[in-house]
């Protein structure tokens, strides 16, 4: 049995009843708009590496070491080192490292970094010098990698040692995510006179599902 316990995330803003009765704008719908955006990224980076206290556990704890290390009855999550203590040395490594996922679990699989990995990785070349790296060819369509779509995340680290830069994998077997009932905006305008609170709260939880369906690339020497 699996357990994947919910954590609260919470904000209040604060507006003058002037300003909610004056403005040429809702307030009321523009201060909830601003903290669901700002939930969403807390939220993204928990997932990544959240401790799982009061918050998801994230994807980059299921390691030896991590937060998350021994909770999954099924282990933590493989890692594949990149044979450098550095850096990413060649696309070579890449291509190792995608086959290193079961081939039931490639074909929904797709890469994971942040946009200055992406950087890095999109100047590697094959045998050939042509670059591994294929950007989309229409709006929003995204990059891919050895065939692969990639998601930039801005969450994830940056290349350096013991760092995980990459992830890849079928995340939607590998990852699940406890989404409650939403935000709750509470409106408070007795507490704070002149000032209206708007208590907002939202609990959401997360936590690796299936270890097979995620691999981690490691920047380190392989021992």
Not at 126 to 153: C, F, H, K, M, Q
Request: glycine share 10%; with cysteine.
């Amino acid at each position: 049995q699996l357990v994947f316990e919910a954590g609260e995330i919470y904000a209040m803003p604060a507006a003058t009843q002037r300003l909610l009765d004056d403005s040429a704008i809702n307030v009321d719908t523009w201060l909830a708009d601003s903290v669901e955006a700002e939930f969403a990224r807390q939220e993204d980076i928990a997932f990544i590496s959240g401790n799982g206290t009061n918050k998801p556990r994230g994807l980059l704890t299921y390691v030896t070491g991590g937060a998350s290390d021994g909770v999954h009855p099924g282990g933590n999550l493989d890692t594949f080192n990149t044979g450098s203590a550095t850096d990413i040395p060649n696309g070579d490594t890449l291509i190792d490292f995608k086959y290193q996922l079961a081939a039931p679990y490639r074909q929904n699989a797709r890469f994971l970094m942040n946009s200055q990995t992406a950087a890095r990785i999109a100047k590697l070349k094959d045998g050939d010098g042509n670059y591994l790296w294929r950007e989309g060819l229409i709006a929003d369509e995204p990059a891919s990698l050895l065939g692969r779509p990639v998601t930039i995340d801005e969450a994830m680290p940056d290349i350096g040692g013991d760092a995980y830069p990459i992830a890849f994998g079928d995340f939607q077997a590998g990852y699940l995510i406890n989404d409650r009932i939403g935000m709750r905006v509470l409106r408070d305008p007795f507490t704070s006179k002149p000032f209206v609170l708007f208590y907002c709260t939202k609990r959401v939880g997360g936590g690796v599902l299936d270890p097979n369906a995620i691999k981690l690339l490691k920047v380190a020497v392989n021992a």
